[in-house]
């Protein structure tokens, strides 16, 4: 990567630019809107993942009224279907159209380098109030190239502060690593990733799936609607049964209720969350806590009863050997698509468990020595985000953006890294509804680069973060994961505070303690 002592090229300067024009990268630039913002787009449209890596099936897993802007309603919020990923494109449209945010959006536009041209020193520990200075110095800290139209010529922008928000998912496929002479150029079929499936027509996805052995590897939700797809493409007498390759099995819902509570009074309360640690808690409530602990395990216990009822978890092998609060905990629950097993009960899905697989001339061999046929493989094994960051940050950021040894992102309120200054990372923490978080750290984040409020220092930034992966690893063995979804009310609290907001959103203390916070509460009244 270059850096700031090469030659200067001709810039444009502006005060801030954003990379990406997904939801994060929309939510940000509605915020900012004050400071016209540069938005950069790879793409001829808006969207993200949900216009370039959606299947033809793919939906939200959550209701319309938990997936939206406070400042936007859905037109018909209280559809209880989950809306389609065409439906969540045309929502996002017309909330960009509506708030005139397209006018700031340069399409076709891939960033290909940034280069840092700030002062030496900047990412040392130290230092106090907002760390670095101002978030708008004046003067550019990041030169950005961009890549326009396909074109070998690139055009330089310079920014006093950049925020990025190219999301943790697609672009870069994570691909598992094999035993030499194991990989897939021993595999005589076709290999591809779930990324170059979705880039497929509903045609040409069938042609690929339709009356061939088909192998799908993974248990995640991309891998769970791939398998749903191949077996409504092989339905007759000559159809294949589609094989999921399973190696880490997660807990899956049928829907939002259980045993006929509403899922949100288990963990989407403040009553729900109190049974759980929190970053910052006193010791009278770690102790409270420890006391409460087995009521929550009774929770998880109390919802994989219902989903053992419910789904034939144990008749396929598919229950997991963890409590089901783990996988809620890192953001890993997984809604079932109402066909799946009645498919799997047709023979048109089946599973295999293997903790190690390779491929040999005519489909995959296992690890323990059984093998199976395929003519296709497809790897749902998910998207190398911390890459695809360090693919455009130039040294020695490059080597900041992993925390060893769990390999997050440190980013303070889920937005800043506190050693790389001037710039802001939008998208890249989870919980449960990700387009609010995105909205809420996007309002933080517009408070902060106008100065209503200072950062802490680097080390109590970094401290802060310490704390919440610590809670991550402490309730769930998936802690690598930026997931805050038992502790998401206290993390928006804090937010507000810093913000100069109340913490506290609801009417009444009832409505506070017992009903669900949605991105509703946080609109800008108060």
Same mark, same amino acid.
């Given at each position: 990567?270059?850096?700031?002592?090469?030659?200067?090229?001709?810039?444009?300067?502006?005060?801030?630019?954003?990379?990406?024009?997904?939801?994060?990268?929309?939510?940000?630039?509605?915020?900012?809107?004050?400071?016209?913002?540069?938005?950069?787009?790879?793409?001829?449209?808006?969207?993200?993942?949900?216009?370039?890596?959606?299947?033809?099936?793919?939906?939200?897993?959550?209701?319309?009224?938990?997936?939206?802007?406070?400042?936007?309603?859905?037109?018909?919020?209280?559809?209880?279907?989950?809306?389609?990923?065409?439906?969540?494109?045309?929502?996002?449209?017309?909330?960009?159209?509506?708030?005139?945010?397209?006018?700031?959006?340069?399409?076709?536009?891939?960033?290909?380098?940034?280069?840092?041209?700030?002062?030496?020193?900047?990412?040392?520990?130290?230092?106090?109030?907002?760390?670095?200075?101002?978030?708008?110095?004046?003067?550019?800290?990041?030169?950005?190239?961009?890549?326009?139209?396909?074109?070998?010529?690139?055009?330089?922008?310079?920014?006093?502060?950049?925020?990025?928000?190219?999301? +943790? *998912? @697609?672009?870069? #496929?994570?691909? %598992?690593?094999?035993?030499?002479?194991?990989?897939?150029? $021993?595999?005589?079929?076709?290999?591809?990733?779930?990324?170059?499936?979705?880039?497929?027509?509903?045609?040409?996805?069938?042609?690929?799936?339709?009356?061939?052995?088909?192998?799908?590897?993974?248990?995640?939700?991309?891998?769970?609607?791939?398998?749903?797809?191949?077996?409504?493409?092989?339905?007759?007498?000559?159809?294949?049964?589609?094989?999921?390759?399973?190696?880490?099995?997660?807990?899956?819902?049928?829907?939002?209720?259980?045993?006929?509570?509403?899922?949100?009074?288990?963990?989407?309360?403040?009553?729900?969350?109190?049974?759980?640690?929190?970053?910052?808690?006193?010791?009278?409530?770690?102790?409270?806590?420890?006391?409460?602990?087995?009521?929550?395990?009774?929770?998880?216990?109390?919802?994989?009863?219902?989903?053992?009822?419910?789904?034939?978890?144990? +008749? *396929? @092998?598919?229950? #997991?050997?963890? %409590?089901?609060?783990?996988?809620?905990?890192?953001?890993? $629950?997984?809604?079932?698509?109402?066909?799946?097993?009645?498919?799997?009960?047709?023979?048109?899905?089946?599973?295999?468990?293997?903790?190690?697989?390779?491929?040999?001339?005519?489909?995959?061999?296992?690890?323990?020595?059984?093998?199976?046929?395929?003519?296709?493989?497809?790897?749902?094994?998910?998207?190398?985000?911390?890459?695809?960051?360090?693919?455009?940050?130039?040294?020695?950021?490059?080597?900041?953006?992993?925390?060893?040894?769990?390999?997050?992102?440190?980013?303070?309120?889920?937005?800043?890294?506190?050693?790389?200054?001037?710039?802001?990372?939008?998208?890249?923490?989870?919980?449960?509804?990700?387009?609010?978080?995105?909205?809420?750290?996007?309002?933080?984040?517009?408070?902060?680069?106008?100065?209503?409020?200072?950062?802490?220092?680097?080390?109590?930034?970094?401290?802060?973060?310490?704390?919440?992966?610590?809670?991550?690893?402490?309730?769930?063995?998936?802690?690598?994961?930026?997931?805050?979804?038992?502790?998401?009310?206290?993390?928006?609290?804090?937010?507000?505070?810093?913000?100069?907001?109340?913490?506290?959103?609801?009417?009444?203390?009832?409505?506070?303690?017992?009903?669900?916070?949605?991105?509703?509460?946080?609109?800008?009244?108060?």
């Amino acid at each position: 990567m270059a850096e700031n002592h090469y030659e200067n090229p001709p810039l444009t300067i502006s005060k801030v630019g954003i990379i990406g024009a997904g939801v994060s990268g929309i939510a940000a630039a509605k915020q900012l809107y004050h400071h016209n913002p540069v938005v950069f787009e790879a793409s001829d449209s808006i969207g993200g993942v949900w216009r370039t890596c959606a299947y033809n099936s793919t939906k939200l897993q959550s209701a319309r009224k938990d997936y939206e802007f406070s400042d936007f309603p859905w037109p018909n919020r209280d559809d209880p279907s989950f809306p389609t990923h065409v439906e969540i494109v045309d929502y996002l449209e017309s909330y960009a159209k509506h708030f005139d945010v397209l006018k700031f959006v340069k399409f076709n536009s891939k960033v290909t380098e940034l280069r840092f041209v700030g002062q030496q020193g900047t990412t040392e520990l130290g230092g106090n109030g907002g760390a670095y200075g101002s978030p708008l110095p004046g003067h550019p800290v990041w030169q950005i190239a961009v890549q326009t139209n396909g074109s070998q010529n690139l055009q330089w922008y310079a920014f006093e502060f950049v925020v990025v928000c190219i999301g +943790k *998912y @697609g672009d870069i #496929p994570k691909i %598992p690593s094999f035993p030499h002479n194991k990989g897939p150029e $021993m595999f005589q079929g076709e290999v591809l990733h779930s990324i170059d499936y979705c880039k497929l027509d509903k045609d040409a996805a069938s042609q690929l799936l339709k009356g061939k052995q088909v192998a799908v590897i993974g248990f995640k939700k991309s891998a769970i609607d791939l398998a749903v797809e191949c077996a409504e493409a092989n339905q007759g007498p000559e159809g294949q049964p589609c094989t999921m390759v399973v190696r880490t099995l997660h807990w899956t819902v049928p829907h939002y209720s259980v045993w006929g509570l509403p899922f949100f009074l288990f963990y989407s309360t403040r009553a729900s969350q109190f049974l759980h640690e929190k970053p910052n808690q006193s010791f009278l409530r770690t102790m409270l806590c420890y006391l409460l602990s087995p009521l929550r395990r009774g929770v998880s216990k109390f919802i994989e009863s219902y989903l053992l009822w419910k789904l034939p978890l144990q +008749k *396929y @092998g598919l229950k #997991p050997d963890h %409590p089901f609060e783990e996988d809620y905990a890192s953001c890993q $629950m997984a809604i079932m698509p109402e066909n799946f097993f009645t498919e799997a009960d047709k023979g048109n899905i089946v599973f295999k468990r293997s903790s190690n697989w390779w491929f040999w001339k005519e489909g995959i061999e296992f690890d323990d020595n059984t093998k199976m046929k395929a003519d296709v493989v497809i790897l749902a094994t998910g998207y190398d985000g911390k890459k695809k960051l360090k693919t455009i940050l130039p040294d020695p950021f490059r080597s900041l953006i992993e925390y060893h040894p769990s390999g997050i992102v440190p980013l303070y309120r889920g937005t800043i890294h506190p050693l790389i200054p001037n710039m802001a990372f939008v998208g890249y923490i989870e919980s449960v509804a990700n387009l609010h978080t995105s909205e809420l750290r996007s309002m933080w984040l517009a408070r902060y680069v106008d100065e209503k409020f200072k950062l802490p220092s680097a080390e109590n930034m970094l401290e802060q973060i310490y704390k919440e992966m610590e809670v991550s690893r402490r309730i769930t063995r998936f802690y690598k994961r930026h997931c805050i979804s038992t502790f998401s009310i206290n993390h928006g609290d804090e937010i507000c505070k810093e913000m100069g907001r109340n913490s506290w959103r609801k009417r009444s203390w009832f409505a506070e303690a017992f009903s669900p916070y949605g991105s509703q509460d946080y609109r800008l009244k108060n």
